[in-house]
């Protein structure tokens, strides 16, 4: 399961950003893509795993927010969600590779007590 890989990369990263006030992470916002091979549930049993190891991670909310997938079209030059892994235009019905959101696996929020 690399879903833990990513939690332990994802704590890393705060205790390395926050070194003086990691204690003090109330809520940790994590935004996943459907295309980025990521689980919200996995992330969230990873989470809670390394809690129970981990006392530090007691006061911490994590939260993932599924994005999805938005492609562009160069014809029409507008965004357009992506359904069913249908990656064409809905308005002039052309294909497009252009992801413009879906891929990513980020840090969007760190709120403190």
């Known amino acids: 399961m ?5 939690v332990r990369d994802i704590i890393q990263n705060l205790e390395e950003h926050y070194k003086d006030r ?3 992470i109330s809520t940790v916002k994590i935004e996943a893509g459907l295309l980025c091979n990521v689980q919200p549930i996995l992330i969230q049993n990873a989470f809670e795993a390394l809690r129970m190891e ?3 991670l007691d006061n911490i909310d994590l939260q993932v927010v599924l ?3 938005i492609a562009h079209c160069k014809n029409c030059d507008e965004d357009f969600e992506v359904k069913l892994h249908k990656f064409v235009c809905p308005k002039c019905d052309t294909p497009s590779r252009d992801i413009v959101q879906g891929e ?5 929020s760190v709120a403190f007590f």
């Open 54 to 56: 981990d006392p530090k």
């Open 104 to 108: 990513e696996l980020r840090i969007s």
């Open 67 to 69: 994005l999805p997938i």
């Open 2 to 6: 690399h879903e833990v890989s990513i």
């Open 22 to 24: 990691f204690s003090e």
